[in-house]
């Protein structure tokens, strides 16, 4: 499914752009379109955004919403602040696991650019595979907009000033925040230049990160934890009575363990979950090579 996010100020617009968007992409498609926000999950925006903790959360529900409805079929459009770009990487590598096109929509305005562009100056800016429409504003316009809200629906002074403050402005430089569409206030919407970004590209190929491995075998895990587990507690008990620069001996393995030095369990158990995480996304038809492998693994990590 397509993914629409949302990116700018408080009070730049982005949620009536969002509307414009799920317009066009009813009437023209048959697709649905769902708008996933603060709205939607009935956020106090005064109470949400001045706790920090209360913000993260909310953000994980938005997240957790948008993968909950994400398909190849239907679109969605993610109506929120996005200000903060580990997080709109966070979405960009949820896309790259469906395999779904998304784009960015982004209402702020670039620093960089304040001072070539009009004081009323709102932006868009949108992406292709994670289309994010950036909604460009002054700080100045926004606070306005702001103000002439209904008391309810306003942002206190403070928040909203920390708000823009804490604004990470979307970069086409960036793969997760491009393409990029950037909007002025009173520009029309590029709703074709959307849909071909959406519809006419390819979804981003997943990296191994993001993307499940297929296990060799049914058993493949049970073997992995008990083949690793007997080698850790073989090399434990083995110290016990050895001396640094002995070779220790493994059963299943052809290939032995040489230690320079003691190494306590902690250690040990450490290399272990590091090993098996690497193994789950690259596992091995013979689990009897489980052993040597793990050997193998030790004796480079620790020398």
């Known amino acids: 499914m397509p993914l629409i996010v949302m990116c700018g100020y408080p009070c730049s617009g982005k949620s009536r752009r969002a509307e414009e968007l799920k317009v066009y992409f009813e009437e023209s498609t048959e697709r649905k379109v769902h708008i996933v926000g603060d709205g939607s999950l009935g956020v106090e925006k005064n109470t949400v955004y001045a706790d920090s903790q209360k913000e993260k959360n909310v953000r994980a529900s938005l997240k957790a919403e948008v993968e909950r409805k994400v398909n190849k079929d239907d679109i969605v459009v993610l109506d929120s602040l996005n200000y903060i770009k580990g997080y709109r990487y966070e979405l960009f590598c949820l896309i790259k696991h469906a395999q779904t096109p998304h784009c960015l929509v982004s209402r702020q305005l670039n620093i960089r650019f304040e001072k070539m562009l009009p004081s009323n100056a709102i932006v868009v800016c949108l992406r292709v595979f994670f289309v994010k429409v950036y909604s460009l504003t002054s700080h100045e316009e926004s606070s306005l907009w702001n103000t002439n809200r209904d008391a309810a629906d306003q942002y206190n002074q403070d928040i909203f000033d920390a708000l823009v403050q804490r604004f990470e402005a979307p970069d086409s430089r960036n793969r997760w925040d491009s393409p990029l569409f950037t909007i002025l206030k009173d520009d029309t919407l590029p709703v074709e230049a959307i849909s071909d970004a959406l519809f006419k590209r390819k979804a981003p190929p997943p990296n191994q990160s993001t993307q499940s491995q297929p296990l060799s075998s049914a ?53 272990r979950r590091q090993f098996i995480s690497y193994t789950k996304l690259h596992p091995t038809e013979n689990t009897g090579q489980i052993a040597n492998m793990f050997v193998q693994y030790l004796n480079k990590s620790l020398h």
Request: aromatic letters at 6%; proline letters at 4%; hydrophobic letters at 45%.
């Open 219 to 271: 058993n493949f895990l049970y073997e992995l934890d008990k083949i690793t587990q007997d080698v850790l507690m073989t090399i434990f008990n083995a110290q016990k009575t050895s001396v640094p620069g002995d070779l220790i001996a493994v059963p299943g393995a052809s290939e032995k363990i040489e230690l320079t030095r003691n190494v306590n369990m902690a250690e040990l158990r450490k290399l």
